[in-house]
């Protein structure tokens, strides 16, 4: 759930609100839309990473933001081959991206 529909519901839940209870909310996400919008900031964070990468020869790619919240990214150049790959995505690329939105599950690499 995002963060507004928890604090939405926590309210709902406090004594004296009672009035606000008996009314339908629906708590679903469409992931339509908010995938949307992470799209857009997964791909501000990338911006952020990818000098590091090119300073090294490589770069990578956004592929995708799936309904189970894992981000699909494609390494270029250097680090398409490179043997560390997998510890750039993990210790690196996931990592900053979980430091800054905690709802991601993972990233993996795709070609």
Known sequence: MNVFILKLKGWLEKPGREQYNDKK??????HRKEG??????IKEA???IRPFLQRDGGDVEFVDYTDDKIV???????C?????S?????????RI???KY????SVEAVQ
Request: with cysteine; proline share 5%; glycine share 10%.
């Open 25 to 30: 909310i629906d708590y679903k996400i469409d």
């Open 36 to 41: 949307t919008v992470m799209n857009e900031q």
């Open 46 to 48: 990338l911006e952020e």
């Open 72 to 78: 699909q990214v494609k390494l270029l150049g250097h």
């Open 80 to 84: 398409a081959g490179c043997p560390h």
């Open 86 to 94: 997998q510890m750039t995505i993990k210790g690196g690329i996931e």
């Open 97 to 99: 991206l979980k430091e």
């Open 102 to 105: 905690p709802e991601i599950s």
